[in-house]
Nanobody, 125 residues
Framework: VQLVESGGGLVQPGGSLRLSCTAS????????MGWYRQIPGKARDLVATIGSGDGNTNYADAVKGRFTISIDNVKKTVSLQMNNPAPDDTGVYYC???????????????????WGQGTQVTVSS
């Protein structure tokens, strides 16, 4: 599975930005996709995930009500609409694709997980 992200860049606080990620290769086993954020010296933190079949979504508390994740199952593309971003949202955003993932207690647990190369998002005036 290969993941290619796009849409990162510089955005002003209160603006909007849309990230997209398309999966290619052997994608038939993917049943969930999502986004994580990483800042220097810290682990990757979940931003949002979505199931391709059940449509279950999971958001980090900090982005609820501001970010929206969506998926196009035909194009194997997951998008993250970032509205009203704040400086604390700055970081490298990584796309993830999960295979044979089960949804339990509000999150997905995959058999295998694949990652994109990351795209920088900087929220600054």
């Amino acid at each position: 599975v290969q993941l290619v992200e796009s849409g990162g860049g510089l955005v002003q606080p209160g603006g909007s930005l849309r990230l997209s990620c398309t999966a290619s290769g052997i994608t038939y086993g993917i049943n969930a996709m999502g986004w994580y954020r990483q800042i220097p010296g810290k682990a990757r933190d979940l931003v949002a995930t979505i199931g391709s079949g059940d449509g279950n979504t999971n958001y980090a508390d900090a982005v609820k009500g501001r970010f929206t994740i969506s998926i196009d199952n035909v194009k194997k593309t997951v998008s993250l609409q970032m509205n009203n971003p704040a400086p604390d949202d700055t970081g490298v955003y990584y796309c993830t694709a999960m295979t044979a993932a089960t949804y339990y207690a509000g999150r997905y647990y995959p058999k295998d997980e694949y990652w994109g190369q990351g795209t920088q998002v900087t929220v600054s005036s």
